[in-house]
């Protein structure tokens, strides 16, 4: 590519580009190919003041109706080339979680059955620690490279620290580019039957034939969000296009035509009913960006 000016998209609507499908545009959109596409792009931004925004497949984003002002970078299918080595698996930040678990599934490697349906990039469940059925990416983590507009990078070794739906990569503000997983042998045959018994739970549990960003709240000590909001009748309730899910009641669901209002009023409607009831404080998972 000669020039990142040239492949910039202006206006892209960010409800193209997130699984619950709301969210203005963004100024400026950039797909790169490469860590040193990722570089031009940081430069172009500083030099022209823009605010930056990463983004990987949008899957824990609410992203608001007036959009994102600067340049929003997206890591994802066009940076997506893994390999195995051994017990090892090395992979681009826009390879998806699914991907990679299946990758580790075909090659008799067991540690990522937790994460076969986990809809997002590996570099987005490395940047959030990524969990689900009390297991979660970070332990696997052996190397993480990176960009930021200082220059690049690389942790090794314990380097990488993460906990409860975050990492080192959120505090220093890194954009990934690939990690390294440390993965074992086990049994193929019983990876396979794992991966499909948790598969088959998370669609028996999750709503996923409506488009939504997950779990909409972070688990609160000592409790779960969703069983409090289902607690607080709180299950089917519904501003405008968003709705809280009747499958699971801690998932937001966008009915059709939802905008981020609807979501935001919801995210605060639910939070203000469980704390007055239960007196627990729910703090959203999902991350919300961009401008009302
Ligand atoms: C139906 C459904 C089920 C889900 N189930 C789970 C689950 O079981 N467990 C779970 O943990 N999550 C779950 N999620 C949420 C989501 O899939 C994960 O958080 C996922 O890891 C986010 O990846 P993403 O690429 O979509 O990131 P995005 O949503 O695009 O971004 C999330 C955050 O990561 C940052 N980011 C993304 N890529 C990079 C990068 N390369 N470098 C630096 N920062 C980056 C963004 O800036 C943003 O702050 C679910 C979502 C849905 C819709």
Redesign the pocket.
């Known amino acids: 590519m000669d020039s990142v000016n040239e492949i910039l998209i202006r206006n892209y609507p960010m409800s193209m ?4 499908g709301v969210g203005g545009p963004a100024d400026y959109f950039l797909r790169p190919c490469t860590p040193k596409e990722i570089q031009t792009g940081l430069d172009l931004a500083a030099k022209n003041h823009w605010p930056v ?9 609410l992203v608001l109706d007036k959009g994102i002002r600067g340049l929003v970078i ?3 299918d066009n940076l997506a080339q893994a390999q195995a080595n051994g017990t090892q698996i090395t992979a681009e ?2 390879c998806s ?1 699914s991907g990679i678990s299946r990758l580790a599934a075909s090659l008799g490697l067991c540690g990522l059955e ?2 076969i ?17 009390d297991q ?2 970070g332990p696997l983590v052996t190397e993480v490279r ?1 960009v930021s507009p200082q220059g690049h990078g690389v942790w090794k070794d314990g380097e990488y620290t993460y906990g409860y ?1 975050t990492s080192r ?2 505090s220093e503000k ?4 690939q990690i390294t997983l440390q993965l074992a042998e086990g049994d193929p045959c019983q990876i396979l039957a794992t991966c499909q018994d948790l598969q088959n739970r ?1 669609y028996a549990k ?3 034939e409506y ?5 909409t709240f972070k688990r609160p000590t000592g409790h779960f969000a969703g069983s409090l909001i289902e607690k607080a009748n709180l299950k089917g309730y519904s501003i405008g296009g968003a709705k809280v899910s009747e499958k699971h009641a801690g ?1 937001i669901i966008n009915t059709g035509k939802a905008t981020a209002k609807d979501v935001l009023d919801l995210i605060t409607h639910i939070q203000q009913t469980v704390k007055n009831r239960f007196g627990v404080e729910l703090e959203p ?3 919300i ?1 961009g401008e009302e």
């Open positions: 580009v997130t699984s619950l925004t990463v983004i990987g497949y949008g899957t824990n984003l997206q890591i994802a930040a826009g979680v937790f994460a349906g986990i809809p997002g990039s590996i570099g987005g469940a490395v940047y959030m620690n990524a969990g689900a059925y979660e990416i990176w739906r990569a959120q890194v954009i990934i580019t998370r999750q709503p996923m488009p939504s960003a997950g779990s998932f998972e999902i991350r960006i």
